[in-house]
């Protein structure tokens, strides 16, 4: 077998413990997972465009294939990526190193001074990416990733005296196929002791996570009616939850696993041109009297008929008086916004006076937010879609002009105001009538952002549209539930759907992907009976 190929062999093969390992310690210790910085990293410095075609092709292949809710299916796929560029990184480096022992450099310690260079090379470049993404303790995060590439080049050095040709005058058959079969052998005990070190920290780091999400799992919503309960129109079976439980709300952001925050440690830092500067812990701002409001919202890259919106109850405190109390300067004009994991958004002064609506969250269904969610702190701007509104805040800052935000700056809509959409979620066949038709029940959900709907409308094939009856709304700002019942006859039908919003604009017709300010189109339904 070439010298290469045995590298990768061997690469492979100590890679893949490396990444249990630093899983582990991530979940342990919170020390860096170099896979995930590395690959958040390249996100933040990739072209939009790139960006962009990246998320929508991911977002049209799992809705294609239907391979799951979108949200947590492109997240999986985010992290198997992370995963695998590492792997053919490490395979790769491998491979070079066996080989450039062989050909470039010769005697025992060559392959110990290439697998060491390579190793100090490639911790490097995950110490920069982590410095990037300001995750951790530099000191810390450097001497972790050092240490575990150090023992990786060592490892690879040790498997390189194994595999390595002992010096020999024989040529033979016999000598070759001996030769080959006791590195079969070596790999195989290699990677048998590998597969189970890969399994032990891959096993060390999934129960270290869930007990730390247990911790938030406890927090556990509190009961609550809505105030529509007794609303005399009835979903149709199928129709997707009127409340959407908080596990099953979509994720989308910037990160391949959530930032892990200690609340003991984080404090909002209120600060620019404001004479009041302030540092407020999560105790400070549940204190204060709570606002609570059911929204829907929704992501600019949901398409028309997708699952990346969710509607539940929100709490924390509006904004509004808080301009007041931190003495926002008369010549401020805008917020900036920071999270912790870097993305930021820049909200105009004149919405937060104009709406009392706009929010800093910190609870989600009467329980803290999850880290999935934005924990400790997020905020809440009706309707914009959410790439506008940042998680796990930990900064304001008030400035005297506008300046793009995150996703602004690579290429999305400045203003993201969210489109009327209606969506046919369900489709029930009643028994057969005397008169041969059937009764058919259509059901779904509209949303206009804080617009609200006042019509939803359902066309059979090319027939008239037909008013659809509407569940009261669980508030202004959350979707409405719809409903129409029908009589057609047997065979195969189209059904499609259009709402008004409620200041009277009608949907948008014109088939518009989401890039870059929100898909629209016409949601259509084919039924056969």
Request: aromatic share 6%; with cysteine; glycine share 8%.
């Amino acid at each position: 077998m070439p010298p290469a190929s045995l590298g990768a062999a061997a690469g492979l093969l100590l890679t893949s413990p490396l990444v249990a390992l630093w899983y582990a310690g991530s979940a342990v210790s919170s020390l860096p997972f170099v896979p995930f910085d590395i690959f958040d990293a390249l996100a933040r410095v990739l072209p939009g465009s790139v960006l962009t075609f990246g998320i929508d092709l991911l977002v049209t292949v799992i809705g294609a294939l239907r391979l799951g809710p979108t949200a947590g299916t492109a997240k999986l796929a985010e992290q198997t990526m992370a995963v695998t560029l590492v792997l053919i990184v490490g395979t790769a480096s491998a491979a070079i190193v066996f080989a450039a022992a062989q050909r470039i450099l010769r005697g025992s310690s060559s392959a110990r001074i290439l697998a060491l260079t390579a190793g100090v090379i490639l911790a490097a470049g995950a110490w920069l990416a982590t410095i990037r993404l300001a995750r951790g303790s530099v000191f810390s995060s450097g001497a972790w990733i050092l240490l575990t590439m150090v023992i990786w080049s060592l490892a690879l050095d040790w498997t390189h005296q194994h595999l390595r040709a002992a010096p020999s005058m024989r040529s033979d058959d016999a000598f070759r196929n001996r030769l080959a079969a006791d590195r079969r052998r070596f790999l195989l005990r290699v990677g048998g002791a590998m597969a189970a070190t890969t399994i032990a920290g891959a096993t060390v780091g999934a129960r270290a996570r869930s007990r730390r999400e247990r911790e938030f799992s406890g927090r556990k919503s509190s009961g609550h009616g809505v105030p529509n309960a007794n609303d005399s129109i009835v979903p149709v079976e199928g129709t997707r939850p009127e409340l959407t439980p908080v596990d099953d709300h979509y994720r989308i952001d910037i990160d391949t696993l959530p930032p892990h925050i200690r609340e003991s440690d984080w404090q909002l830092r209120v600060s620019g041109l404001v004479d009041r500067p302030v540092a407020w812990s999560l105790e400070d701002i549940r204190a204060r009297a709570a606002l609570d409001q059911f929204i829907t919202l929704s992501c600019i890259s949901n398409p028309v008929g997708g699952d990346l919106i969710g509607t539940t109850r929100w709490t924390g405190i509006s904004l509004k008086p808080l301009l007041d109390e931190w003495a926002v300067r008369r010549d401020a004009t805008h917020l900036r916004i920071r999270s912790v994991d870097g993305f930021y958004e820049v909200l105009a002064l004149d919405v937060i006076r104009r709406d009392e609506r706009v929010m800093l969250v910190h609870a989600w269904d009467g329980a803290p937010l999850q880290v999935k969610h934005g924990f400790p702190l997020r905020v809440y701007i009706p309707n914009v879609y959410g790439m506008k509104q940042p998680k796990w805040i930990q900064s304001i800052e008030a400035v005297d002009q506008w300046s793009p935000g995150y996703w602004v700056e690579r290429g999305w809509d400045r203003d993201a105001v969210m489109k009327a959409t209606s969506v046919i979620d369900t489709i029930r066949v009643g028994p057969p009538t005397a008169d041969g038709l059937r009764a058919v029940s259509a059901g779904g959900i509209a949303h206009a952002g804080a617009r609200g709907i006042s019509r939803v409308e359902v066309q059979v094939d090319d027939g008239g549209w037909q008013n659809a009856e509407l569940r009261a709304p669980l508030s202004p700002l959350t979707w409405v539930v719809w409903r129409a019942d029908l009589r057609m006859t047997p065979g195969r039908h189209v059904l499609t759907v259009r709402c008004t919003d409620g200041h009277g604009a009608p949907q948008l017709t014109t088939i518009a992907p989401p890039h870059p300010s929100g898909a629209s189109g016409l949601h259509q339904k084919t039924i056969s009976f």
